[in-house]
């Protein structure tokens, strides 16, 4: 085989193909090439090509010389581009984490909105099937006993197939919780009179005042003075609800009080909460300390029920004041199962949100039970009592946003 030997003569000028005499003064720059032949093939080279005599070649390895004076490195090997590999794991592992954390928080917010709907459901079913045994079945105090009953079941259910861990509790906690247990069962126990009196839909629209008994409560108890912004939001409250309770139709003072005492009670617990369950080696998460609650609030009320209103919840006395004894039973029996099942999916949420959030929620979910109720019920509404719901439940939401609004600090 033959080889080749190729020259160049400039970087910007193509040298002329035609032969070319002996004697020219033009001087070749060879390019010195490693031949691939074996080593005895070899040493100098000497060809012609096209007329030209070309000097031999010595044995270097891919130099190149130009007239231009720039020489070029040897290309011995192809360079590992090392950090560019580790760039490239780098954004993939990055990319890959990115569409790990977008599935992750999509996977969370579709988890809070089934919690979301499924609070708004329970509640909008325990409304119903609650007023529904309330109004044939006046004993108030045996309605929340057995709801409370149902709750104190599926609590013992739930630690004893360790479907939620079984808490340790002290004496100290147990005398912690216990102004927290009289105040849930009094509360529960003033909202079902109230709803055994009046209407849904104007219990709910009484209960929108519970912001301005935490705000009272909580200046009162525990020195929070609210901004201004807050109390500029207690105001289309009070005032809705004034409005709402001069032209509803259902109205009677049995039951405005009675939801009127359901709202003090209940913000009494939410600053009892934060007066009395101080310390952190004490504390426990929302789910067991419901749950405890709840138990408790069954063995205080029961003894309390049979005092006040006798044994009134055989079939023999059903049956004797002309009741089905078989629907009112189920009614209680699915009224009490919302009432837990809403109460615990509440504090779920609470577990996975802010308590701004959770209030906005709870504003909302006011508006979704008033609006259930009227339909199902045709609870009879004049503009202006909807018009006073309105302003009350919107100065809620409105609460609920500048709540977020801290007070600025004075400088010294």
């Known amino acids: 085989m033959q080889s080749a030997a190729f020259s160049l003569s400039s970087p910007c000028s193509i040298p002329s193909l035609k032969p070319r005499k002996f004697g020219s003064s033009t001087r070749f720059d060879p390019i010195r090439v490693s031949s691939s032949f074996s080593a005895s093939k070899r040493g100098d080279l000497s060809t012609s090509n096209n007329g030209v005599s070309l000097p031999s070649l010595p044995k270097r390895s891919w130099s190149l010389s130009s007239s231009s004076a720039m020489p070029l490195r040897a290309w011995n090997s192809v360079p590992s581009d090392s950090k560019t590999d580790r760039l490239e794991v780098r954004a993939s592992a990055a990319e890959s984490a990115g569409e790990a954390d977008n599935s992750g928080s999509l996977a969370k917010t579709l988890e809070l909105g089934v919690l979301f709907g499924c609070w708004y459901l329970f509640n909008i079913y325990f409304n119903i099937y609650n007023k529904q045994v309330l109004k044939v079945y006046h004993f108030p105090v ?3 006993v057995i709801q409370f009953a149902v709750g104190t079941v599926l609590v013992a259910i739930m630690w004893t197939f360790n479907l939620y861990k079984r808490p340790k509790i002290t004496g100290a906690q147990l005398a912690a919780i216990l102004p927290l247990a009289m105040v849930h069962t009094l509360g529960n126990l003033f909202t079902n009179m109230s709803l055994g009196k009046v209407a849904v839909s104007f ?17 009162m108890f525990l020195g929070e003075l609210p ?83 006798g044994v009134k919840f055989t079939p023999a006395y059903l049956q004797s004041a002309g009741l089905n004894v078989k629907e009112v039973a189920i009614r209680s029996l699915l009224a009490a199962l919302c009432f837990h099942a809403y109460q615990q999916v ?9 308590p701004v959030t959770h209030s906005v929620g709870n504003c909302v979910k006011r508006v979704v039970v008033i609006v259930s109720s009227v339909i199902f019920f045709k609870t009879p509404v004049s503009p202006i009592n909807a018009l006073g719901t309105g302003i009350a439940l919107a100065g809620v939401f409105l609460y609920s946003r500048v709540k977020r609004i801290k007070p600025k600090a004075k400088s010294a």
Not at 204 to 211: F, G, S, V
Not at 248 to 275: C, I, Y
Not at 347 to 353: C, D, E, G, T
């Open 142 to 144: 045996t309605v929340t």
């Open 346 to 354: 509440s504090y779920m949420i609470l577990q996975r949100v802010s």
């Open 203 to 219: 219990t709910h629209t009484i209960k929108a005042m519970e912001p301005f008994f935490s705000v009272v409560l909580s200046a």
């Open 227 to 309: 901004t201004l912004w807050v109390v500029s939001s207690l105001l289309p409250i009070v005032g809705g609800v004034a409005l709402a309770s001069v032209t509803e139709a259902s109205f009677n003072w049995a039951g405005f009080w009675t939801a009127m005492a359901s709202n003090l009670t209940n913000q009494s617990r939410n600053v009892l909460s934060k007066k009395v369950m101080v310390k952190k080696e004490d504390s426990m998460d929302n789910i067991t300390l419901f749950s405890i609650i709840t138990i408790m609030s069954f063995i205080l009320l029961a003894p309390v029920a049979v005092f006040m209103e």
